[in-house]
Nanobody
Framework: QVQLVETGGGLAQPGGSLRLSCAASGQTFSSYAMGWFRQAPGKEREFVAGIRESGGFTYYADSVKGRFTISRDNAKNTLYLQMTSPRPEDTALYYC?????????????????WGQGTQVTVSS
């Protein structure tokens, strides 16, 4: 099993920026695709972005495409989500997750390890 710990959440102003990090330990981080998900109160957990093990392929939900950037540093066992121009509707608890393989899929059932989440609130 891999342990995941998200950090970097907080209050962001609309149009500002925020960077989330996810530190991994345990199982080999670089062998699997990784993803970011989010869950707002009263809503289901939804896919935000995913990245393959090499970092050479990324995929985004339409709602964040062009504003968020997912990246990874396999030497540091760390996953990132750079959030630019956040909007109030981006407010949610953000989770990082390890995939079961090296594909980037949007379903939560393809991910078998989850962090505890970090809260992002976008408000002026």
């Amino acid at each position: 099993q891999v342990q995941l710990v998200e950090t970097g959440g907080g209050l962001a102003q609309p149009g500002g920026s925020l960077r989330l990090s996810c530190a991994a330990s345990g199982q080999t981080f670089s062998s699997y695709a990784m993803g970011w998900f989010r869950q707002a109160p009263g809503k289901e957990r939804e896919f935000v972005a995913g990245i393959r093990e090499s970092g050479g392929f990324t995929y985004y939900a339409d709602s964040v495409k062009g504003r968020f950037t997912i990246s990874r540093d396999n030497a540091k066992n760390t996953l990132y989500l750079q959030m630019t121009s956040p909007r109030p509707e981006d407010t949610a608890l953000y989770y990082c997750a390890k995939a079961k393989g090296d594909l980037v899929l949007t379903t939560i059932f393809y991910y078998d390890s989850w962090g505890q989440g970090t809260q992002v609130t976008v408000s002026s």
